[in-house]
T-cell receptor
Framework: DGGITQSPKYLFRKEGQNVTLSCEQN?????MYWYRQDPGQGLRLIYY???????QKGDIAEGYSVSREKKESFPLTVTSAQKNPTAFYLCASSTDGGYYGYTFGSGTRLTVV | GQQVMQIPQYQHVQEGEDFTTYCNSS?????IQWYKQRPGGHPVFLIQ?????EVKKQKRLTFQFGEAKKNSSLHITATQTTDVGTYFC?????????????FGQGTILTVHP
């Protein structure tokens, strides 16, 4: 079945460490997105990519980095520069500019310890 | 930038009561999408509205898009415990194209049996 796979489901990180969250899709979608979810704040866009080898900053890109070397993959690195990284991270993809809605992965819950 | 506001933030109902959440955008939208996120889960696409004044139904759920295409609502008739979750509306950034979505903060629905 087609879908989006995020791994790991839970991740613990020590302060000062970089960590990379994986996002893989086999839906043949062109666009991919990373959102951060905090309680009471909805979903906030970190980065998005509409084609391979191209990506743009979202509303809260500071302290994060991404790459899009393959259509299927859009990993997110949370760097030590991110001041408050503990959150639920959601990856999504879409086709036809999002006309049929986003498909989300099951998310990665990152905790800084 | 574009803002999408949802009210209420929380709603507690008894099973069988109706529920409505409202979504307002600071800009005119080309379309609006609705998502549901079950507790501990990820957002799932429910529906998209495109036309001014459009009304769509999915069983007990009724979705409306305002005449000015700046507001929308989701109404659930006779709630059931399976309706529990957070309901998000989302509109495309820039108002005139699909793609990057701005999400509302969501309405958390609790249903008491």
């Amino acid at each position: 079945d087609g879908g989006i796979t995020q791994s790991p489901k839970y991740l613990f990180r020590k302060e000062g460490q970089n960590v990379t969250l994986s996002c893989e899709q086999n839906l043949n979608h062109d666009a991919m997105y990373w959102y951060r979810q905090d309680p009471g704040q909805g979903l906030r866009l970190i980065y998005y990519s509409q084609i391979v080898n191209d990506f743009q900053k979202g509303d809260i890109a500071e302290g994060y980095s991404v790459s899009r070397e393959k259509k299927e993959s859009f990993p997110l690195t949370v760097t030590s520069a991110q001041k408050n990284p503990t959150a639920f991270y959601l990856c999504a993809s879409s086709t036809d500019g999002g006309y049929y809605g986003y498909t989300f992965g099951s998310g990665t819950r990152l905790t800084v310890v | 930038g574009q803002q999408v506001m949802q009210i209420p933030q929380y709603q507690h109902v008894q099973e069988g009561e109706d529920f409505t959440t409202y979504c307002n955008s600071s800009t005119t939208l080309s379309n609006i999408q609705w998502y549901k996120q079950r507790p501990g889960g990820h957002p799932v696409f429910l529906i998209q509205l495109v036309k001014s004044g459009e009304v769509k139904k999915q069983k007990r759920l009724t979705f409306q898009f305002g005449e000015a295409k700046k507001n929308s609502s989701l109404h659930i008739t006779a709630t059931q415990t399976t309706d529990v979750g957070t309901y998000f509306c989302a509109g495309p950034d820039g108002g005139t194209s699909y793609g990057k979505l701005t999400f509302g903060q969501g309405t958390i629905l609790t249903v008491h049996p």
